[in-house]
């Protein structure tokens, strides 16, 4: 990845050397501006992606000048640097567009710190920016829909495995979409035009289970009047979705590891084994590893699945992603049912967006179809939804320094909790260096409990 152009707008002119000195010294292209005038004039001749801007200059002020940049190019990512303790400025900055800020004396690591979580940021968009153009030319299924950082991640992974035949496991809670990635791994694959046969092994009974998966030969059993192809040899070809694999059977779990060693099956009955080219995916809402060391799931079978492992999150997890999916729902469900119900109210959005969906995705569908069938206004309301616990707004009444603290104590004792209390994690996680992440620590009286 190249290193981002960086604008240094500062008027002390020491500052302004120690600076570029340092950002050219780690590779960036770094130019630097001793008043907003001057900054002015280089922002249009050049295509700076990052610009370190001092919140007092000699001819204007950071925020005046950080509106006319946002205005130049809305995109370019802003770290406004504000004296020590001048909190309130910051915020306004923030407010402003400001990505980043930093307060005088700078500290160097955290300044480089914040330049490259900028730069991956931006990467990011750039890469999710060419994988939805790729998943919108190749996948035309509109399901898919995210925007969140965690489902690129899920989004990234499925379109690099889904050109090779590896076997893979999703996992995730019920009701995340696995069934869509699978889906989407198929589509995108050289077998797109073969079969893809799905396979929900907790719904089968398990006496009919294996001959669903195998296949029968006349007379295998009381019953079998005719032969019968299992879904391994209809998925010839193409890809195999087990979904719930964790519910099978330990005589399937031996049979199954049969077929992904040898590439053939054998029907009830048959005195020949089949071969078959399928590509194997499987699902479950369980978590494996632990069932492996419980002795109810075979560790060869496992380690052979799991040659790929693509955890889909909780919607809980990825809110981002909850107004796209709203008006996803919204809109399939009120062309479906042919109503005109124009919108959410915004006190119904906010509580759909507040909401810990235990049932995921799946639940968040059910809840808007249920609203749009039911309510008698051109808007859901939230009358219409069932009964959501709405968790409401943090109060923000009182002194702002005494607000930001509090809620900056919270996330990092949340960070550490979430880090198993290792502070490098913690700080990379909070975007802190861990020398800032021991000042706060401390200033805190943040202990483990």
Aim: charged share 30%; aromatic share 8%.
């Amino acid at each position: 990845m190249d290193r981002a152009s960086i604008l240094i707008v500062e008027d002390e002119e020491t500052q302004r050397s120690l600076l570029g000195g340092l950002l050219k010294k780690e590779g960036y292209g770094a130019q630097e501006a001793g008043d907003g005038g001057t900054a002015i004039e280089m922002f249009k001749d050049n295509p700076f992606e990052i610009v370190l801007l001092d919140y007092k200059l000699p001819d204007t002020d950071g925020l005046t000048l950080l509106k006319r940049f946002k205005e130049m190019n809305p995109e370019v990512e802003v770290i406004m640097i504000t004296a020590f303790g001048s909190i309130e400025n910051a915020v306004e900055a923030l407010k402003g567009g400001a990505s980043e800020y930093l307060t005088k004396p700078i500290e160097l690591n955290d300044l480089l710190f914040k330049i490259r979580k900028i730069e991956e940021k931006t990467h990011l968009v750039y890469e999710n920016k060419i994988l939805k153009e790729t998943l919108k030319d190749r996948f035309k299924s509109e399901e898919f829909i995210y925007s969140s950082e965690k489902m690129h991640e899920v989004a990234s992974l499925v379109v690099r495995i889904a050109k090779t035949d590896s076997t893979c496991i999703i996992a995730g809670e019920s009701g995340v979409g696995k069934e869509i990635v699978v889906n989407l791994i198929h589509a995108l694959s050289d077998r797109r035009d073969q079969p893809l046969v799905k396979v929900n092994c907790a719904a089968i009974p398990e006496t009919l289970l294996e001959s669903e998966l195998f296949g029968y030969e006349k007379g295998a059993f009381t019953g079998a009047y005719q032969r019968k192809i299992g879904k391994f040899e209809l998925s010839n070809k193409g890809t195999i979705f087990l979904d719930e694999i964790g519910d099978i059977s330990p005589l399937l779990q031996s049979k199954l590891l049969r077929v992904i060693q040898e590439r053939e099956v054998e029907r009830l009955g048959g005195l020949h084994p089949v071969k078959v080219d399928v590509r194997i995916i499987a699902a479950t809402n369980k978590n494996l590893d632990e069932e492996v060391k419980n002795g109810t799931f075979r560790e060869d079978l496992y380690y052979r699945l799991n040659v790929v492992k693509i955890h889909i999150p909780p919607l809980r997890e990825r809110k981002e992603d909850i107004p796209l999916l709203m008006d996803f729902f919204f809109k399939r469900f009120n062309d479906k049912h042919k109503r005109n119900v124009k919108g959410f109210t915004r006190e119904a959005r906010d509580m759909l967006i507040k909401y810990d969906y235990s049932g995921n995705v799946r639940e968040l569908e059910n809840i808007i179809e249920r609203a749009l069938v039911l309510t008698r206004g051109e808007y859901i309301s939230k009358e219409d939804l069932p009964p959501i616990p709405d968790k409401g707004q943090p109060s923000l009444e009182g002194n702002m320094n005494e607000l930001i603290e509090a809620m900056e104590k919270r996330m990092i004792t949340e960070a550490l909790a979430n880090n198993d209390w290792i502070q490098t994690k913690a700080a990379s996680h909070l975007g802190l260096s861990e020398r800032m992440l021991r000042y706060k620590i401390k200033k805190y009286n943040i202990m483990k409990k």
